[in-house]
């Protein structure tokens, strides 16, 4: 913030920190196409990781390396990047701006201590970015914004600026304010007017980027009259977040409060999150060696970012439950480190990037790895020891070696197979867990089916691999449909895991129409009598049954009852006639779906003294079901789910237009917080199935929305008329 020299890291060396006060790790948010892979790339060139082409020494890029996003053209997974700068290493976590992957988002800020938030000048700030910056808020995380897309026809920093205070600034406006301006060049034959330097609010110098590289210089007369006014809101800003009382009024009295007393104090409450400041970035010219900015936002991230020591402390159990006393950032103290994200190399195996909170971890020693709370996402829960192999630092598609990583370090880990998203890594003798956190819950089923037989070989193991890296999907095999569905959080994130599948585990699979568990139940009291006699010389098969069948209340399932007088079906068979209405309800009488809901009486029958047999009666009680059914009207029953749904209040009115066309029934809604409605329905299943990208249509990115299982109730007719043709068809 106005240092003029800098040591920056040597390409090709990874940094390594021996102590947590000379480490920061800084995670980059914002929407899809803010400028956030740019940004880290330009960050790096500037910090001398990168040569002047933005790759690292194998030619690859330093993020976004993965072959599925240069397919995509997106980033899609969160990458560790990280650089050094005044003798500060820098972990640069970048992260993906689309809804699909906000799991690698969450996981982003779980292991960082400060977040930028990256908005582009000409695109303007989203609704998930909104609701990104509350959440941080909400848990005091420091963050500070900078703003891309300079060069863009339609960029205006200062409208940007005042947009970026009255939204993220809504509460306090005067703790989001520019901490430069920039400097115009010369319009380009566009008319198009270049931003060229900046200018520092704070120490009223000029930083001209236009030979290619930062050059310092006094400002011109002119320019001096552009910072006056906004350098005045930035000193009263920064003072009204000071330690210090007396420095208002003395600012106010008339007194120049000195440089560096300022910088303390912005620094102090950038670091408390109290305070958020905004600057600018534009990446280097072809050739050049700095971006525009980028030394600024350096400065910022080292001077003013906490260090992992300023993080609270980290809540811990032992693995069965009993509570241990919180680790702080320690280097010497018990080991605790998370694993924060899972991935597969196809030469050296599961490598697991993982924080360490506390203790320090080092290669080939032996951890214990435990894994809890995520059941429901088909993650058992395990505790197990294993032997780690190398500890490495990721730089693009590189892994370079480290000898140890301390508390507050992120690191790459090779060979923990076991080790999933979201587990604990600690002291073997002393194992401890920390809480997962929060994920979001994958609502967009993908029912698939094996390619061929040899993918069917596969297909076990390859999804097993594929959920242990991404707790925000989840696998189900529904007893009722049969089919194998992953449930992910959008279409881009489906897109993502058949593509992982196919490339990295050689396993193709076909999307299948998903389909809703459905049942059927009788729609009034019908009889059924089941004949099974057959004589093919020697032993035959001679089985008579009469039942009648009746409807019974929502959730009463099957109930069998014996009303047989005078032995007419002998005492042994009775359970056999049971067996066989209850196997032919399981696989159902009209459209293949259970039958539930139903009492079944056994009136009468007939046996055969040889060659009646506990085979022919089921066959019977399973032909007098049928014929039953064949009596009476069956009718489909479709599940019905609990939905919330929480949306911006402007949202309300088309979210509970859209239920209604989809046959939901609103029950409620209530205030949610500020601005925020949680709006509650009953609706049928079959009719959300692609609710999750629907809801983010409606709500422009800003909703989001839970389900939980309600009951089946009975289908409209003309509904229930199309399943029986498709069922009939085979569809």
Sequence with gaps: MGATSHQAGAAGRAPAADRPSSLRNVVLVGHSGAGKTTLVEALALTAGAVNRAGRVEDGTAVSDYDEIEHRQQRSVQLSLVPVEWAGIKI??????????????????????????????????????????????????????????????????????????????????????????????????????????????????????????????????????????????????????????????????????????????????????????????????????????????????????????????????????????????????????????????????????????????????????????????????????????????????????????????????????????????????????????????????????????????????????????????????????????????????????????????YGVQVDPVPHKVSLRETFGAKASGRGRHVKQSGGHGQFAICEIEVEPLPPGSGIEFVDKVVGGAVPRQFIPSVEKGVRTQAARGVAAGHPLVDVRITLLDGKAHSVDSSDAAFQTAGALALREAAAEAGIHLLEPVAELSVLVPDEYVGPVMSDLAGRRGRVVGTEQAGAGRTEVRAEIPEIEIGRYAVELRSVSHGTGRFTRAYARHEPMPPQIADKVREQAEKGI
């Design 91 to 504: 972990n640069i976590l970048d992260t993906p701006g689309y809804a699909d992957f906000v799991g690698e988002l969450r996981a982003g800020l779980r292991a960082a201590d400060a977040a930028l938030f990256v908005v582009s000048s000409s695109d303007g700030i989203d609704g998930a970015t909104r609701m990104v910056w509350d959440e941080c808020a909400a848990v005091g995380m420091p963050r500070a914004i900078v703003v891309t897309h300079l060069e863009a026809a339609r960029a205006d920093y200062a409208q940007m600026t005042a947009v970026c205070g009255e939204i993220f600034g809504a509460d306090d406006p005067d703790a989001v304010i520019p901490l430069y301006l920039p400097l115009y060049g010369p319009p380009g034959p566009d008319g198009h007017t270049p931003v060229a330097g900046l200018l520092g609010l704070l120490s009223r110098r000029a930083y001209d980027y236009t030979s290619g590289e930062r050059v310092e210089r006094d400002p011109e007369p002119a320019e001096l009259d552009l910072i006056s006014d906004a350098r005045s809101r930035l000193i009263e800003g920064i003072i009204a977040e000071s330690e210090d009382e007396s420095l208002m009024d003395r600012y106010l009295g008339g007194e120049d409060i000195d440089f560096k007393t300022l910088v303390d104090d912005l620094e102090r409450a950038v670091a408390r999150g109290t305070f958020h400041p905004v600057l600018m970035a534009a990446p280097a010219a072809e050739g050049a060696g700095q971006g525009l900015g980028t030394v600024e936002l350096l400065e910022l991230i080292t001077g003013a970012f906490p260090t992992p020591l300023e993080r609270a402390a980290v809540s811990v159990t032992t693995p069965d439950g009993a509570e241990r006393p919180d680790v702080t950032c320690d280097p010497d103290g018990p080991l605790v480190a998370e694993v924060v994200k899972t991935s597969s190399d196809p030469y050296v195996g599961r490598v697991s990037l993982v924080r360490v909170f506390s203790g320090t971890l080092r290669p080939e020693e032996t951890v214990h790895v435990s894994g809890h709370g995520l059941a429901d996402r088909g993650h058992e829960d395990h505790d197990v020891d294993e032997r780690i192999g190398t500890l490495t630092s990721p730089f693009g598609k590189q892994q370079r070696a480290l000898t140890r990583v301390i508390a507050g370090d992120l690191a790459c880990v090779a060979k923990l197979t076991r080790a999933e998203t979201g587990d604990t890594l600690s002291a073997k003798d002393r194992p401890l867990l920390m809480e997962p956190w929060p994920m979001p819950d994958p609502l967009l089923p993908l029912a698939i089916a094996a390619h061929s037989k040899a993918d069917e070989d596969k297909l076990s193991q390859g999804l097993a691999r594929l959920v242990a890296e991404d707790p925000t999907m989840r696998l189900e095999q529904n007893p009722d449909t049969h089919q194998l569905v992953l449930w992910c959080l959008g279409e881009a994130h489906q897109d993502v895991a058949l593509e992982r599948l196919r490339s990295r």
